[in-house]
């Protein structure tokens, strides 16, 4: 689960990014599976009013997972289109790790793009590296990065792009780039079937990550992680499916049709 904020951000899309400056409201839903066993689900509450997007995640671990590593996240975030860039406002996350809480919020000042975040627990050094501030400049949070990144695609561009990222907690460059289409067969009941566009994404940690992991950044692949877009509204595509490739295996995201 070290991957759940990123994860998070890459699977949350919608396909009221790009349409008439009114208030929209669309809630989403998605399991999380490791091999065969259902680990988890996310719950996705969406409003845009105007040029806004404002966004309300529930997670939570299930299953034989939860007895193992429990957990459960609340975000809350919110971004602004300015200029016709889509900018970051609030990045908030309340969590629960086998029972520890964390706490983090980012907020950047709309007037001045001043970024200003509180964390709780403060980093704890001998496990982590620091987030040095110089790097803190320019960044956006993960929400803000993934609405980029579709609305790109609901315009007929390529996923490719460089972002820089701050989520309070970890400090990251993420890489996407357009792999490939591909037709999706709906292996669950409720998933998603239909064309794809299949993104791939590279994350190169620049502060906030482990300093004992298995994890070795330089030899990933873009086909390691892995986006499906589908058009699952209308002419707008959101990602409907993603698969993360670990030492540990896969897990895999799925958009479900809500009953």
């Given at each position: 689960?070290?991957?759940?904020a990123?994860?998070?951000?890459?699977?949350?899309g919608t396909?009221?990014?790009v349409?008439a400056?009114?208030?929209?409201?669309?809630n989403?839903?998605y399991?999380?599976?490791w091999?065969?066993?259902?680990?988890?689900?996310i719950?996705?509450?969406?409003?845009?009013k105007?040029?806004?997007?404002?966004l309300?995640?529930?997670?939570r671990?299930e299953?034989?997972i939860?007895l193992?590593?429990n957990?459960?996240?609340?975000l809350?975030?919110?971004s602004?289109k300015?200029d016709?860039?889509w900018?970051p406002?609030?990045y908030m996350?309340?969590s629960?790790?086998?029972n520890?809480?964390?706490y983090s919020?980012?907020?950047w000042?709309k007037k001045n793009?001043?970024?200003n975040y509180?964390i709780?627990?403060l980093l704890?050094?001998e496990?982590?590296?620091d987030?040095?501030?110089?790097?803190?400049k320019n960044v956006i949070?993960p929400?803000?990065?993934?609405?980029r990144v579709?609305?790109k695609?609901?315009?007929?561009?390529?996923?490719d792009?460089?972002?820089?990222?701050?989520?309070?907690?970890?400090?990251?460059?993420?890489s996407t780039?357009?792999?490939?289409?591909?037709?999706?067969?709906n292996?669950?009941p409720?998933?998603f079937?239909?064309d794809?566009?299949?993104c791939?994404?590279?994350?190169?940690?620049?502060?906030g990550?482990r300093i004992?992991s298995?994890?070795?950044?330089?030899?990933d692949k873009?086909?390691?992680?892995?986006v499906f877009?589908?058009?699952?509204a209308?002419d707008?595509?959101l990602?409907?499916?993603?698969?993360?490739?670990?030492w540990?295996g896969t897990?895999t995201?799925?958009?479900?049709?809500?009953?």
């Amino acid at each position: 689960m070290k991957y759940l904020a990123l994860i998070l951000a890459l699977i949350i899309g919608t396909p009221s990014i790009v349409v008439a400056d009114e208030l929209t409201k669309t809630n989403f839903y998605y399991d999380i599976q490791w091999g065969h066993l259902i680990i988890g689900h996310i719950s996705v509450s969406l409003e845009r009013k105007n040029s806004s997007i404002k966004l309300k995640v529930k997670s939570r671990s299930e299953g034989a997972i939860s007895l193992l590593y429990n957990y459960k996240s609340d975000l809350v975030a919110s971004s602004y289109k300015e200029d016709q860039i889509w900018r970051p406002n609030l990045y908030m996350v309340n969590s629960s790790v086998r029972n520890k809480q964390y706490y983090s919020k980012v907020f950047w000042n709309k007037k001045n793009k001043i970024l200003n975040y509180k964390i709780d627990p403060l980093l704890d050094l001998e496990k982590v590296y620091d987030v040095p501030k110089t790097t803190l400049k320019n960044v956006i949070d993960p929400i803000t990065a993934i609405i980029r990144v579709i609305e790109k695609i609901n315009k007929d561009k390529p996923c490719d792009t460089k972002l820089r990222i701050f989520d309070g907690r970890r400090r990251y460059n993420l890489s996407t780039k357009e792999l490939e289409k591909q037709y999706l067969i709906n292996d669950r009941p409720r998933s998603f079937k239909g064309d794809t566009i299949v993104c791939g994404i590279k994350v190169t940690p620049m502060g906030g990550n482990r300093i004992e992991s298995k994890w070795k950044p330089e030899n990933d692949k873009f086909s390691d992680i892995k986006v499906f877009f589908g058009t699952a509204a209308k002419d707008f595509h959101l990602p409907v499916r993603m698969k993360l490739n670990r030492w540990f295996g896969t897990i895999t995201f799925r958009l479900l049709k809500h009953n």
